[in-house]
Structures are given as C-alpha cells and as structure tokens.
C-alpha cells in the first residue's frame, strides 16, 4: 500500500469504527460474494461530517462525553484518547487525526518495509 492511499484507508476505518448500525456483515459473508470497496477519501469525509453533525446536539463544532456517546459510540469508547488536551469535548478533526494515527500505526505493524 503507498502513502498516497494513506488517508483514503484512514477514513475508511474510521468510518466502519463509527458506523451505528453496521454489523460484521453477516459473518464472513456468501461465498463468491465480492467484498465492497472502502470509500474514497471524499465520500468518507462527508459521512464522517454527516455524522459528527447528527451527533453535535447543540451545533457547536464539537462533541461531549455525551453527545459521542448517543451518536458516535467508537468516538466514545476512545474519547479519552481522542481529547489529550482534557477539554471535556472533540472536533471532528481531533477524531480524524486520532483514526489517522491509529491507521498509520497499524499499516506500519503490518508491513514496516513500506510504512
């Protein structure tokens, strides 16, 4: 995998991490079944708006404990991580570059010769 599909893969995790209603896809799937190509980096980029703006009750540009807890669960379950600075909220830049750096950290687990 290159650089350049870096940020395209980063945002596809992040948006199955943040998908409400998506399961495991039915187990592994039907066989011969083709498995569905990850978004590119704009249709990622415009669920992830969508959602961080459904989950924003009150529309101020970011999120509390609560707020991801009823629209973002992943957020959620990481935002400790997520809000370093202990402000009590995120934007929807600080959990793009949280699943960016998670992403990049993983790639470079998997195969450390091209990462």
Not at 80 to 106: F, N
Request: glycine letters at 6%.
């Amino acid at each position: 995998m290159t650089v350049r599909n870096l940020p395209a893969v980063g945002f596809a995790v992040l948006m199955a991490l943040t998908s409400l209603g998506v399961s495991a896809q039915s187990a592994q799937g039907s066989q011969g079944e083709v498995p569905k190509a990850p978004p590119t980096t704009a249709q990622a980029k415009a669920l992830i708006a969508e959602r961080f703006k459904a989950a924003d009750a009150n529309h101020d540009g970011k999120l509390t404990r609560d707020e991801a807890q009823a629209g973002m669960p992943q957020v959620y379950a990481n935002f400790d991580k997520i809000d370093a600075k202990k402000k009590g909220s995120v934007t929807e830049r600080q959990i793009g570059s949280y699943w960016m750096k998670k992403t990049k950290d993983q790639m470079q687990k998997e195969d450390p010769i091209w990462n």
